[in-house]
């Protein structure tokens, strides 16, 4: 099966309608907003979709970068969570380097009806691509082994390995911590 051409853009203010209107769909991810990874102490206590799509939104309309919108002709369809890994609270990587430029590729999701049909590369693909574009030295990635009972949206490591990352550690006992430097 040929898949269809996918657009890619970030979330801005200028298309966060989109990001609202794929999130809130049917079966879209609007229980969590991507903030999972995102929140603060603070944060963290806040519960509900409500509370979370504001925190979201709120970084959006500050200009933080969040990720990208993935778009079949004008309609966005998929979504890929990718930032810098300092906008994140701490997920198991190491440490930076002084000289280094981390992001953090925290999250895919992808509608039921287009799932099974390969898209993780091409979202993949999609966030290294932008992350070095904006001046990334490195993208840092969190998979699960196809049988983890939880952190599914975060990819398959075997999706990783095939871009090209490498296994630097765990994270907990389901997350993969993978790299892929840029430089």
């Not at 903030?35 to 603070?42: E, F, Q």
């Not at 504001?54 to 079949?72: F, K, N």
């Not at 590729?105 to 049909?117: A, G, I, N, S």
């Not at 009972?149 to 090209?164: D, I, L, N």
């Amino acid at each position: 099966m040929t898949l269809p051409a996918y657009t890619f853009r970030p979330v801005t203010s200028e298309n966060v309608e989109d990001f609202v209107a794929l999130f809130a769909a049917r079966g879209g991810p609007g229980h969590c907003w991507c903030m999972v990874w995102r929140g603060s102490p603070a944060e963290k206590h806040e519960q509900g979709g409500s509370l979370k799509k504001a925190q979201m939104l709120g970084r959006i309309e500050a200009g933080i970068p969040v990720g990208l919108l993935g778009y079949e002709g004008e309609r966005p369809r998929v979504w890929v969570s990718i930032a810098p890994r300092d906008t994140h609270i701490k997920l198991g990587g190491p440490e930076a380097r002084a000289d280094e430029r981390a992001w953090s590729l925290t999250c895919m999701f992808v509608p039921r009806d287009l799932r099974t049909k390969g898209l993780a590369s091409v979202l993949i693909a999609a966030a290294v691509d932008h992350a070095r574009a904006e001046g990334a030295t490195s993208v840092e990635a969190y998979p699960v082994r196809p049988d983890s009972p939880s952190f599914r949206f975060m990819g398959r490591v075997s999706s990783f390995e095939k871009a090209g990352f490498r296994f630097i550690g765990m994270a907990g006992t389901r997350r993969h911590v993978m790299r892929l430097g840029l430089c």
